[in-house]
Structure formats: structure tokens, C-alpha cells
């Protein structure tokens, strides 16, 4: 295990710094966001694991989506809530490295997730026939786990080993590639940056796998009526799941690895908390709304639950 030579104890989040005027309004919308983000996604998998018509490789994949989600934003809320109500906003040396790690972990996978759903529904549409044998649950339960798994192999780790000069991060939450900009040494940091474009790399053939998938996916339906149906149905979701995510993190990535410090406090925490507010509201809505069998599931328990209150 790597030894923490940091003689930083704590961290001093400076996001909220000018925000003492609109406290109570800002944590007014943060609860009400976070539960509504409870709330869809719950309802979404709770609706999936308890209808046995779900338990297909789609639908447990979408109700890993969402998990993850909880995890991600989970890792986040419940500490700037916290903050929101407290006159100094101060995190531990071990919670800053854990949030990074959460933070890391949640964009890690839910790139992967949404690779596994692209080749889910190329094998569904190109290769039909052939679906529930490659797709078998065990094959879905081993690349979920693959998914999750995948982001322990992370830098953040390579952080806990750098000397730190200086407690103070001008964001609202810790990320690992802020930490990093914090070393002494920049030389110590080589090997974080070495294993940072890695990672970069592997998640960008991730897009180049989906991008594959879904050449061949649009080349099956053009000429298939049928075809054309269950990729409006299953596949736009999907699409519109993953534009959301790339479009949100991609600008947050280019923001703190090259982003301006001049910018309005504001603008920087909008930029840095979207893809925790956007994906993980839109993305069961998305799904709820598009996805017929999740839809009347819903609209069902809604009603018997109506007529049995009355």
C-alpha cells in the first residue's frame, strides 16, 4: 500500500465563496434536485427488479445505469447540502481522495455502461437470432461487473503518494486531476499524467466501440421497417443518454485541464456540476418516457395504487 507523504489534513472548498446571499435558496433547489433524482431513478429500477417481464439484458443494464447514477450524485449532494449550511467549507484529506475516487468511478463507468447497451443493441438488432445466446445473463452480469470494476485501476490511488502544497481547491467537490495540480513537485506528478492519457485512451475507444455499434446498427435498419421501429423504441434513449453524458463531461474535462480561472465563480460551479445534475434526472426520464414495457409498468402501479387510496 502506498504511503500518504501529504502533510495536508484537510481541504478548503472555495465554490460557495460567493454565494452567502443565496444560501438558503441554492440549498432549497440542491434538496429538491437530489430528491427528485432519488426519486426517478428509484422508481426505475424498483420498477425493473420487480417486474419479472424486465429481467432481460436491456432492462438490467438500464437499471445498472441508473444505480450508478445514484452512486455518482450520492457521492456529491449530500456534501454540498452540507456545506450550504455550514460557514466553512472544509473536507478531510481521506473524504477529498474519496469523493475524487466516487467522481471518477461514476464517469468511468457509466462510459462503459453505455458501451455494453451499444453492442446490447447491436447484437439485438443485427444479430437477433443469436441474441439470447450471446447476451446470456451471465455474459450481462460479467460485463456489469467489468463496468464497475474497471475504474479501481485509477490514478487517484497514484495521488495518495504525492506531497501537497497547498489545502485550498477552487472548486465544489474534489476531483483527482485538481488534487494533482496541487503537488509540490511537478516532476512527482508524471506518472498520475502518464496513467491519466491511458485512461483517456481506453475510454476513448469505448466511443469508438459504440460509434462501431452503431454504424452497423443504422446500416441493418435503413432497409427494415421493423428494424427501424425498435430503434426509435430502444436505441434513441440510448443515443440520447449518451450525448447528454458526453457533452457534459467532455466540458468539464476541458475545463480543468485547460479551463480559464478568470471566469465567474458561478459559470465554473455550473460548468463543474452538470453532468451531476443533467444525466441523472434525464436519463430514467428519458428511458420512462420512451421505453413502452417501463412506461405502462409505471402508469400501472400508479393507478392501482390510486384505486386502492380510494
Not at 455474459?139 to 501537497?164: A, I
Not at 443515443?239 to 466540458?251: E, K, Y
Amino acid at each position: 500500500m502506498m504511503q500518504n507523504v501529504s502533510h495536508v489534513r484537510f481541504f478548503f472548498l472555495s465554490g460557495l465563496n460567493e454565494t452567502v446571499n443565496y444560501r438558503v435558496v441554492l440549498f432549497s433547489l440542491t434538496l429538491l434536485c437530489y430528491c427528485f433524482i432519488v426519486l426517478v431513478n428509484v422508481a426505475l429500477i424498483v420498477t425493473i427488479i420487480f417486474d419479472k417481464n424486465m429481467h432481460e439484458p436491456m432492462y438490467i443494464l438500464l437499471c445498472t445505469f441508473c444505480m450508478n447514477g445514484l452512486c455518482g450524485t450520492t457521492g456529491f449532494y449530500p456534501k454540498i447540502l452540507w456545506d450550504l449550511l455550514s460557514p466553512v467549507h472544509v473536507i478531510s484529506y481521506s473524504g477529498c481522495l474519496v469523493q475524487a475516487f466516487v467522481m471518477y468511478s461514476f464517469a468511468c463507468s457509466d462510459m462503459s455502461i453505455l458501451a455494453v447497451m451499444s453492442y446490447d443493441r447491436y447484437v439485438a438488432i443485427c444479430r437477433p437470432l443469436e441474441y439470447h445466446s450471446i447476451m446470456s445473463k451471465q455474459r450481462v452480469l460479467l460485463l456489469v461487473c467489468f463496468s464497475w470494476l474497471t475504474p479501481f485501476c485509477t490514478n487517484v490511488f497514484l495521488t495518495s503518494r504525492l506531497e501537497l502544497c497547498s489545502p485550498y481547491i477552487e472548486r465544489l467537490f474534489c476531483v483527482n486531476w485538481v488534487i494533482v495540480k496541487l503537488a509540490c513537485f511537478s516532476d512527482d506528478t508524471i506518472v498520475n499524467n502518464i496513467v491519466g492519457y491511458i485512461t483517456i485512451i481506453i475510454y476513448v475507444f469505448h466511443g469508438f466501440f459504440i460509434v462501431w455499434s452503431y454504424m452497423y446498427v443504422i446500416k441493418t435498419c435503413v432497409n427494415s421497417l421493423e428494424n427501424r421501429a425498435k430503434f426509435m423504441q430502444t436505441c434513441v434513449p440510448h443515443l440520447t443518454s449518451l450525448l447528454i453524458f458526453l457533452v457534459t463531461i467532455l466540458f468539464d474535462m476541458m475545463h480543468i485541464r485547460y479551463g480559464s480561472t478568470d471566469l465567474p465563480q458561478a459559470l465554473n460551479n455550473f460548468i463543474a456540476i452538470q453532468f451531476l445534475v443533467i444525466a441523472p434526472i434525464m436519463n430514467p426520464l428519458v428511458y420512462g418516457f420512451k421505453l413502452t414495457k417501463i412506461r405502462k409498468s409505471i402508469l400501472s402501479r400508479i393507478t392501482v395504487k390510486i384505486l386502492f387510496l380510494r
